[in-house]
């Protein structure tokens, strides 16, 4: 079974920090991968998908990798700011199946 | 990407009764789900709403407890019966285009069961 881990559970950074969020899974079969921001008590927000073949994604100061061999990727936030406070979550799609796993998350605070 | 309206957005139940949330796409999409997310929890997938045919159930979840329809490519409802405070989440409906798309998620209905 797919177990997918982010670390760290939670940070804190002063605004204008680039910072960088992990997420790691177990089963490197995957088919692609999405990151999601998540406010509280919301539902969640796709940020960046990213295929198997691909190793990057970008979209405005979001960066995402993909190492499939490794089971890694990561969410780098570049210039933060106080509305980028939130909880990131990654979730992997398998080669088989329809299902998302999904990490535990990353709750982000960004300090004024 | 699809747009995704989904109700109530919150409610406070009583022990024992039902609610049943509601999922309206504004596109036709080939594949709807339905997710729970406990306190403090990542998400669990529920079930895949089958358009037409009876929804597939992940392990732990069962018909009985969280009846699914999906009447056509559009809508979907998600019951949650005979509640108990362990029922207690926020239950979000999800879409997919297709297997090289993302997914989008509905904006959850945070239900309490007291």
């Known amino acids: 079974k797919q177990e997918v881990t982010q670390i760290p559970a939670a940070l804190s950074v002063p605004e204008g920090e680039n910072l960088v969020l992990n997420c790691s899974f177990t089963?490197?079969?995957?088919?692609?991968l999405q990151w999601f921001r998540q406010d509280p008590g919301k539902g969640l927000t796709s940020l960046l998908l990213?295929?198997?073949?691909?190793r990057e994604q970008t979209s405005g100061r979001l960066n995402a990798s993909l190492d499939k061999s490794s089971g890694r990727s990561t969410l780098y936030i570049a210039a933060s700011q106080p509305g980028d406070s939130a909880t990131y979550l990654c979730?992997?799609?398998?080669?088989?199946?329809?299902?998302?796993?999904f990490g535990t998350g990353t709750s982000l605070t960004v300090i004024p | 990407s699809a747009v995704i309206s989904q109700k109530p957005s919150r409610d406070i139940c009583q022990r024992g009764t039902s609610l049943t949330i509601q999922c309206q796409v504004d596109?036709?999409?080939?594949?709807m789900f339905w997710y729970r997310q406990q306190p403090g929890q990542s998400l669990t997938l529920i079930a895949t709403?089958?358009?037409?045919?009876?929804?597939?159930?992940e392990s732990g979840f069962v018909i009985d407890k969280f009846p699914i329809s999906r009447p056509n490519l559009t809508f979907s409802t998600l019951t949650v019966s005979n509640m108990s405070p362990e029922d207690s989440s926020i239950y979000l409906c999800?879409?997919?285009?297709?297997?090289?798309?993302?997914?989008?998620f509905g904006s959850g209905t945070r239900l309490t069961v007291v």
């Open positions: 990213i295929q198997s073949s691909q």
């Open positions: 089963d490197s079969a995957i088919y692609n």
């Open positions: 979730a992997v799609r398998l080669n088989t199946g329809n299902q998302f796993y």
């Open positions: 709403a089958n358009q037409g045919s009876e929804a597939t159930y």
């Open positions: 999800s879409v997919g285009r297709g297997i090289d798309y993302g997914y989008t």
């Open positions: 596109s036709q999409v080939t594949m």
